[in-house]
């Protein structure tokens, strides 16, 4: 799969989040949102990532953008991550890793000398007809939902 860039229209979905609720792109249609992929709930990175985008919710909306994350948890784990931390986003579980490949975020990864396949951290900002506005790539979770912000209100 080739590397989704700015220009791209957002390949859809429509997936089982926490909470029983469905996610689906043409949901978030017609103001921008940020979808971010991470690798796993309840891991350091991606519990540091969920808290801040959960921390700032409100300014996101207060920007028009909702906030989506995808990993290839099961919904009951969603809830499980959600409940312990308190999160205030919707989480979608790709179980399939469907959307996971159609982003090209399925990747192989390495550790400790050892080779793997997982999901690379990526996160995007889709705008309100559907077309990724910015792409953040390996992303590292100091500063970045503050970057990704500045990004959505610049869109304004």
Not at 47 to 70: L, P
Not at 126 to 137: P, Y
Request: aromatic share 10%.
């Amino acid at each position: 799969m080739a590397e989704l860039r700015a220009g791209d229209t957002a390949p859809d979905f429509d997936l089982p989040g926490n909470g029983g609720a469905r996610l689906t792109l043409r949901q978030f249609r017609g103001h921008p949102f940020v979808l971010y992929f991470y690798p796993k709930d309840d891991t350091q990175g991606c519990t540091a990532e969920a808290v801040s985008f959960s921390e700032h919710k409100e300014a996101f909306a207060a920007a028009g953008a909702s906030i989506v994350g995808i990993s290839p948890d099961s919904p009951k784990r969603h809830d499980n991550f959600v409940k312990k931390y308190a999160l205030g986003i919707p989480l979608a579980a790709d179980e399939e890793k469907s959307v996971i490949s159609a982003y090209g975020l399925w990747k192989e990864k390495s550790m400790y000398g050892r080779s793997y396949m997982g999901v690379e951290r990526t996160t995007f900002l889709i705008d309100a007809e559907g077309v990724i506005s910015r792409v953040w790539n390996k992303v590292k979770v100091k500063g970045h939902v503050e970057e990704v912000l500045e990004a959505v209100q610049a869109l304004k």
